[in-house]
């Protein structure tokens, strides 16, 4: 009977200790997982001035060539000659 006792006992102290690590593991995951979610926030916030630098970037390329640069003539030309096309669409569609 002693001997049952003593299994008994050794697998609570087993599981008691299954059940420690465990809680330490979800503590860890939590963690990990809190800072996964600070690292996405991190690079969404990067991901979204990256497009606003590059979009000022290209505003400023367009106005540099409109200003008389000659590196950026053609595309300055391409977006006036959208600009126009998207003007023409809104004036068919006013018309209508």
């Known amino acids: ?3 049952l ?9 087993k599981i008691s200790k299954l059940l420690h690590k465990m809680e330490l593991l979800q ?14 926030n ?3 916030q990067v991901v979204d001035s990256v497009a606003e630098w590059q979009e000022k970037y290209n ?10 640069s000659n590196t950026n003539k053609t595309e300055a030309k391409l977006k006036i000659n959208t600009l126009i096309r998207e ?10």
């Open 1 to 3: 009977m002693s001997e």
């Open 5 to 13: 006792v003593q299994i008994v006992d050794s697998l609570e102290n």
């Open 27 to 40: 503590q860890a995951n939590s963690k990990l997982e809190n800072e996964l979610l600070a690292l996405k």
């Open 42 to 44: 991190d690079r969404d």
């Open 59 to 68: 505003s400023l390329k367009l106005a540099n060539s409109m200003l008389g």
């Open 87 to 96: 003007l023409d669409h809104c004036i068919a569609q006013l018309a209508e």
